[in-house]
Nanobody
Framework: QVHLVESGGGLVQAGGSLRLSCAASGRPFSNYVMAWFRQAPGKEREFVAF????????YYVDSVKGRFTISRDNAKNTVYLQMNSLKAEDTAVYYC???????????????WGQGTQVTVSS
């Protein structure tokens, strides 16, 4: 199995930026498709982005296209989410997830981090 730990969350003003990191251990990192999800208070967990094993392919939910960038460094066993032009509606707990194949629903992922809080003030 793979163990995931997110970091980098915090409080920012609308229009600001944050970079989230997800450090993986336990299995070869390159074996996994990696994804970011988020969950706001009172809402279901929402897909944000995934990245292929090699990092050559990415996919984003429409609401973050042009603002967020997912990337990975397989040598460091780390996946990142660069978040720019943050909006109040981006406020959520952000989770890193890993799976053997890509998916855009939470049920498609077997391994999850503990989450990191992102709060955007308006």
């Amino acid at each position: 199995q793979v163990h995931l730990v997110e970091s980098g969350g915090g409080l920012v003003q609308a229009g600001g930026s944050l970079r989230l990191s997800c450090a993986a251990s336990g299995r070869p990192f390159s074996n996994y498709v990696m994804a970011w999800f988020r969950q706001a208070p009172g809402k279901e967990r929402e897909f944000v982005a995934f990245i292929s094993r090699s990092g050559n392919s990415t996919y984003y939910v429409d609401s973050v296209k042009g603002r967020f960038t997912i990337s990975r460094d397989n040598a460091k066993n780390t996946v990142y989410l660069q978040m720019n032009s943050l909006k109040a509606e981006d406020t959520a707990v952000y989770y890193c997830a890993a799976e053997n194949r890509p998916a855009v629903v939470a049920s498609g992922y077997d391994f999850w981090g503990q989450g990191t809080q992102v709060t955007v003030s308006s």
